[in-house]
């Protein structure tokens, strides 16, 4: 792929609007692109804290991410409106959006994303960026295809406690802890977080690397039972492929201490 001109096609697109949490004009306002340049993403930070005082690099980490996100999924450009807003704890994250998580990206009426970050805590930038690219252009998934959704967003982050995904599907693997693949395609959310994301991570990763995301759109729009017509095999055999690539890449399996990593990303 042209990397210089997926660099070039967001940046012609993208111009920063910096506000404090009240919504009045923060008083070091950020503007990276030259003023005649169209813009379509504003960002609210708190009036003072951490956020606040990173903001510069905050904005930087947030435009790196859309590039690389956009270079995962092959696109050139993403021009939808739309806003990242900074939150200070996770208790405000619960006020604003219900759940008290690290990112939560919404597509419905307004599209915004919020995330925490603190001195303790850094927000998943690339993940719910992800979410924001896919959905907002590809609409929902299927159902039976949630999986693919969180997936694709767990390999663009594909980091978590100094493993990545495929470190972590070995793991998985050997240790006999893969869930179901009917787990995943009807109750993903009922699955345990740190398998379902990262499994989900994993197989996402062999599925665009060794096929291509054309396929990996088809799937996301059709639904899990349409695989074996869109991939031309079935489900079962895949997997038995992606767990040989995953000992050929790591043939000696991480030595993950569960107890502590099941307890999230850091």
């Known amino acids: 792929m042209d990397k210089i001109g997926v660099l070039w096609?967001?940046?012609?697109?993208?111009?920063?609007?910096c506000h404090s949490g009240a919504g009045k004009a923060d008083d070091k306002p950020v503007?990276?692109?030259?003023?005649?340049?169209?813009?379509?993403?504003?960002?609210?930070?708190?009036?003072?804290?951490?956020?606040?005082?990173?903001?510069?690099?905050?904005?930087?980490?947030?435009?790196?991410?859309?590039?690389?996100?956009?270079?995962?999924?092959?696109?050139?450009?993403?021009?939808?409106?739309?806003?990242?807003?900074?939150l200070d704890t996770r208790e405000e994250m619960k006020l604003y959006t219900g759940f008290p998580a690290g990112g939560v990206t919404i597509v419905q009426a307004q599209k915004?994303?919020?995330?925490v970050v603190n001195e303790k805590e850094g927000a998943p930038i690339d993940h719910e960026l992800m979410h924001m690219i896919?959905?907002?252009?590809?609409?929902?998934?299927?159902?039976?295809?949630?999986?693919?959704?969180?997936g694709l967003a767990a390999f663009?982050?594909?980091?978590?406690?100094?493993?990545?995904?495929?470190?972590?599907?070995?793991?998985l693997s050997v240790n006999r802890m893969l869930a179901p693949m009917d787990s995943l395609v009807n109750q993903f959310y009922g699955t345990p977080e740190m398998i379902a994301y990262h499994q989900a991570g994993c197989m996402v990763e062999y599925l665009l690397k060794f096929y291509g995301i054309e396929k990996v759109w088809e799937l996301w729009q059709?639904?899990?039972?349409?695989?074996?017509?869109?991939?031309?095999?079935?489900?079962?055999?895949?997997?038995?492929?992606?767990?040989?690539?995953?000992?050929?890449?790591?043939?000696?399996?991480?030595n993950i201490d569960w107890k502590t990593f099941s307890m999230g990303c850091q």
């Not at 967001?10 to 609007?17: E, R, S, T």
């Not at 980091?159 to 995904?165: R, V």
Request: net charge negative; charged share 25%.
């Open 156 to 171: 663009s982050q594909n980091s978590c406690n100094g493993y990545n995904d495929e470190q972590i599907y070995r793991y």
């Open 222 to 254: 059709q639904g899990f039972y349409s695989f074996d017509k869109i991939y031309g095999t079935s489900f079962p055999k895949m997997e038995a492929d992606i767990k040989k690539e995953a000992e050929k890449d790591y043939p000696t399996a991480p």
């Open 134 to 150: 896919t959905m907002a252009g590809w609409g929902y998934p299927d159902a039976t295809s949630v999986w693919m959704k969180e």
């Open 31 to 86: 503007d990276r692109k030259p003023p005649e340049t169209p813009g379509n993403i504003s960002f609210i930070f708190p009036p003072k804290g951490y956020a606040h005082d990173h903001r510069d690099q905050l904005i930087q980490d947030c435009l790196d991410g859309i590039r690389h996100d956009l270079q995962i999924i092959n696109q050139r450009a993403f021009t939808d409106t739309f806003t990242i807003r900074f």
């Open 112 to 115: 915004i994303i919020y995330y």
């Open 9 to 17: 096609g967001v940046l012609a697109l993208l111009v920063f609007a």
